[in-house]
């Protein structure tokens, strides 16, 4: 997702997630590849067997139409999709539509506000709904300049990972392109570094958003080397380049999968040493948002690598 609007996105639909009652987990909402890269398959051989959608996607559909919103998205044939926000339905409705449009949802999104403050409601409402990942998109944009601020935001997720474990929930941060940028007491560290070498790789996993490190001019391979079974979600959406070739924050513009220059073969032929379960297509500018994750969605369901 973009930085902007993100937190107020979420803030705004946060309140919907409480609820009193208790339910056990969705089973077999794994969304996962076979192996890839060293597995010893011949290149080419594997696909994605699970797509899902981030549904910030959708999110001015999903405002008016909440149920005929996600029977679309089951429509195209996606089977998962991620919350950022429950849009004023409660926990167990949201399960019962789940259900009867048979989808899965794996993971939401939750601000870093409601991770420091209304962490217990939230874990409760994420066992109702069937989330076995609560992901924190960003954290307060007056910090992301101060290495000190990664630091205590590791804390924090430390902390969250450690009670969420004990639920039998994995706590998870996902990225935009400014944890990537220098920070003025950072010796050199990015801030992305210092939440992974800070937080306990047990508690706090990461959602690589492919699309924002890449623009960021960072090679998501080099942190699946470096950090491997680190990943187990993906943000999957494209860049295209710019009139001079380059592929930045000011040069090109959001695509649907496959209409950009980012070479998903080359990464996804790595999901298996990042340890990725998850694929959720998000495009933040959507021209037609059926129509883009269709696109998108044909081009994933047909890639081979």
Known sequence: MPRMNRRT????TAAATLLASRSTLVSGATG?????????????????????????????MIKTDFEGTLAKVAGVGYKEVEFAGYFDHQ?????TILDRVHLTAPSEHVSYEVVQNKWPETLEAAHVVGHSFIVCPSIDE?????????????????????????AGIQFAYHNHSYEFEPLADGDGKLGYDILLSES???LVKMEMDLCWITIAGQDPLTYFNRYPGRFPLVHVKDWTKGPDGKMGQK??????????AIDWKHLFAE???AGIEHYFVENDEPTSPIDDLRKSYTHLHDLRF
Do not use: C, W
């Open 271 to 273: 999901s298996k040493k």
């Open 200 to 202: 306990d790789p047990k």
């Open 32 to 60: 996962a590849t076979g192996p890839t890269g060293a597995g010893g398959a011949a290149e080419g051989s594997h696909k994605l067997e699970r797509i899902g959608v981030q549904l910030y996607t959708v999110r001015d």
């Open 91 to 95: 926990p167990k409705e949201i399960r």
């Open 9 to 12: 996105f979420i803030g705004s």
């Open 142 to 166: 007056s910090e992301r300049k101060k290495a000190a601020a990664y630091k205590k935001a590791a804390e924090v997720f430390n902390r969250a990972g450690e009670t969420s474990k004990k």
């Open 251 to 260: 040069d090109g513009h959001m695509a649907d999968v496959g209409d950009g």
